[in-house]
């Protein structure tokens, strides 16, 4: 048995390809006006929560200010990606793979058993027998998957105006416009942080068969 | 120091490619085919008159941030202005039957709607506002649109970065109840700031397809052969979308 489906793999490389577009071509469209706010409204800078530093270059897509272009790319991008998401959630459904692998047991949940899968970690043990994944393993995955991702479609579509008329709860439950625009923008570093801590981790427990797995699908440990 | 160089080299990379695939054929057919997918996936979950979240005065900003064009650069605007606007014309032209023209008078007098909504900006900023004004569709079925206009183009007088504002929307947001011709915010005479004597309202859209120091109304079967072909001052100038839904 393969240790990453097909469909897990397709969509692995599809969807970090989809979060770098979205978020390098993000910090273009945030550079066009670099406050947030919470709420319905919100334009002066006196009002803002956070004053958001201006992204070089380097970091956005196009790689110099372009708000038309970088909205362009995160329109055209935001598509495969809600869609990717919306697929895979479905097929992890079916194939009983989110119930097996994914979900976190009553048991992992106690503090003595969580100190311990962190010191694992810290001693950079990966070894986990007996489950595909250990606790904190499902908890990010969890956590991107079931959380950050979806909530970065749902605040997408939320400061939409075009959307708006047909889900306006959308926007109530994030409370407001500009609450949804904000919570867009802390998601996304959140997923971020995910991605740096998952390209560590991964350079931790052996990148080259990591990789490998990845791309050929691997085999199972027994 | 060396990772973070190898870092931006590598992003540097991946939007340079980026930029490639948008430059070419494909690549930007691709982009703006997005755009279309969203509109008509807007078209399709809203019910055409679906109406954008309405609020109470107590939800008003406290200002509205008057952006892009803040006033109109002539003699007869200053003038015009002093005066409180007795010889400013908005013409009801093109693909229609009785091509008509409104004094600011004659504007005041329609059935008026009042409506306090929000008003997104492209650049991400919010304000919320109450406008008042006659419906477009009041404006254009005055005229007799014609059945082979499929667009409604907006003149205005005012001149950005050297080139005059210009819009368009379809026939699906111009019959739209909430897309109506203010003369008034919060209950007093358009700001200069805001397009003052007259500016569209498209709620249902980003800010830069509410033009103002609106001076007429066109119909027209296609966008095409005019100004820059894509419909919109912002369109034209530096490829921002057409639909501005999302």
Known sequence: MKRHSLLTRLWHWLNALCVIVLFMSGLNISNAHRYLYWGNYGFDPADAWLVVPRFPGWMTIPGYYDLAGARGWHMLIAWPFALGLLAMWIAMLLSRHFWRDLRTTCAEWKPAAIWRDIVQHMKLDFSHPGAKYNFLQKLAYGLVLGVFLPLMIFTGMAISPGLEPAAPWLVEIFGGRQSARSIHFIVAWGTCAFFLVHIALVLLSGPVGQLRDMITGGRREA | ?246
């Open chain 2, 1 to 246: 120091m060396k990772r973070r160089n190898l870092i931006a080299g590598m992003a540097g990379l991946f939007a340079a490619g980026c930029s490639k695939v948008a430059d070419s054929k494909a690549g930007s057919a691709l982009l703006s085919a997005a755009e279309d997918w969203h509109r008509k996936a807007h078209r399709a979950l809203a019910n055409r008159q679906a109406l954008a979240p309405e609020f109470t005065r107590a939800d008003l900003s406290p200002t509205f941030r008057g952006n892009g064009s803040l006033t109109v650069d002539t003699p007869f605007y200053r003038e015009q202005l002093a005066s409180g606007f007795p010889d400013w014309r908005l013409e009801v032209t093109g693909l229609v039957a009785t091509p008509l023209t409104f004094s600011l008078e004659n504007i005041r007098r329609l059935p008026q709607r009042t409506q306090i909504t929000r008003h997104d900006c492209v650049e991400g900023w919010s304000a919320i506002g109450e406008w008042t004004g006659p419906q477009l569709s009041l404006l254009l079925d005055a005229a007799g649109v014609l059945p082979e206009a499929n667009f409604i183009l907006f003149r205005c007088a005012d001149t950005l970065h050297g080139h005059r504002y210009y819009e368009s929307i379809d026939m699906v947001d111009a019959y739209h109840p909430q897309t109506i011709v203010a003369h008034m915010l919060n209950g007093e005479p358009l700001p200069e700031k805001n397009g003052a004597p007259l500016r569209m309202r498209v709620e249902r859209q980003l800010g830069y397809k509410h033009p103002k120091y609106l001076t007429a109304i066109e119909a027209v079967a296609t966008l095409d052969g005019i100004e820059g072909g894509k419909g919109g001052f912002w369109e034209d100038q530096y490829g921002y979308q057409w639909y501005a839904g999302m």
